[in-house]
C-alpha cells in the first residue's frame, strides 16, 4: 500500500530563515500533489497544488518542488515568520484516490 | 459566511450509543468528503462523495454509513459506537474530484467514553 512519509513530525527554525518540509512516498504514482496548512484546533487550508509534470510551483513566500523520480516533494517558506507556525501536511492524489501524510508541525522562533 | 459547517463541534457519548454528525457547504462544490484524524494527528479519508454518489469508500467498519440528501449536505452515522472512534472528523467539499483544493470544515471532535 502507498506510504506517505513527511520529515520530523516537528521542525523549529529561527525568524527570518527558509523552513523546508519534506514529503517523500512510495508505492503510488501521484497525478498530482497538494499542501496544505493545518492550524490548532482547525481543518487544513489548502495553500499549493503542483502537477506531475511541473518541477516546481510558488505563490508568495511559499515554494514547493515535484520530483517523481526521487518520489519527492519540498516545501520551503522563505523569510518565516512567527505566524507561520502550524502543521504543514502533504496530500496526494491521482483519479479519485487522495491520501494525506503525516504532517509536520513548524515553530518559527522570533 | 461560513463555507463548510459542522454540527455538533463536540461529541462526547457512552460506548454502543449511535450518533450522527452533520455537514453542509454552501460553496456549490459536488464533492464532499469524510476525513478522521486520530491522536496522531493523522488524517485519513473516510468516505468521498459526487453528486451524491458514493466515490470513495475506504475500508471503513460498516458501522459508519455517509448520507447524503442533496449535493450541499453529507451526514455521517456512526452505529454502535467504539474507544476507538474517538478522533476529530472533519467533513470537506471540492469543485470536482482529484485536482480541486479542498475546503475543510472546522471538525467534530468525537469522544467514547
Known amino acids: 500500500s502507498q506510504k506517505i512519509e513527511q520529515n520530523s513530525e516537528a521542525l523549529n527554525i529561527q525568524e527570518g530563515k527558509t523552513a523546508t518540509l519534506t514529503c517523500n512516498y512510495t508505492?503510488?504514482?501521484?497525478?498530482?500533489l497538494q499542501w496544505y496548512r493545518q492550524d490548532p484546533g482547525r481543518g487544513p487550508v489548502f495553500l499549493l497544488l503542483?502537477?506531475?509534470?511541473?518541477k516546481e510551483k510558488r505563490k508568495e513566500r511559499l515554494k514547493v518542488t515535484f520530483d517523481t523520480t526521487l518520489k519527492q516533494s519540498l516545501f520551503h517558506i522563505t523569510a518565516s515568520q512567527p505566524a507561520d507556525s502550524a502543521t504543514y501536511l502533504c496530500?496526494?492524489?491521482?483519479?479519485?484516490?487522495?491520501?494525506f501524510g503525516t504532517g509536520t508541525s513548524l515553530t518559527v522562533i522570533p | 459566511d461560513t463555507a463548510v459547517s459542522q454540527t455538533p463541534k463536540y461529541l462526547v457519548t457512552q460506548m454502543g450509543n449511535d450518533k450522527s454528525i452533520k455537514c453542509e457547504q454552501n460553496?456549490?462544490?459536488?464533492?464532499m468528503y469524510w476525513y478522521k484524524q486520530d491522536s496522531k494527528k493523522f488524517l485519513k479519508i473516510m468516505f468521498s462523495?459526487?453528486?451524491?454518489?458514493?466515490?470513495i469508500n475506504e475500508t471503513v467498519p460498516n458501522r459508519f454509513s455517509p448520507k447524503s440528501p442533496d449535493k450541499a449536505h453529507l451526514n455521517l452515522h456512526i452505529n454502535s459506537l467504539e474507544l476507538g472512534d474517538s478522533a476529530v472528523y472533519f467533513c470537506?467539499?471540492?469543485?470536482?474530484?482529484?485536482?480541486?483544493?479542498?475546503?475543510f470544515g472546522p471538525g467534530t471532535r468525537l469522544t467514547v467514553l
Open positions: 460553496l456549490g462544490h459536488d464533492t
Open positions: 462523495y459526487n453528486n451524491k454518489e458514493l466515490i
Open positions: 508505492n503510488y504514482s501521484p497525478a498530482y
Open positions: 496530500a496526494l492524489g491521482s483519479g479519485n484516490q487522495f491520501y
Open positions: 503542483i502537477r506531475e509534470n511541473e
Open positions: 470537506a467539499s471540492s469543485h470536482g474530484q482529484g485536482l480541486g483544493e479542498q475546503f
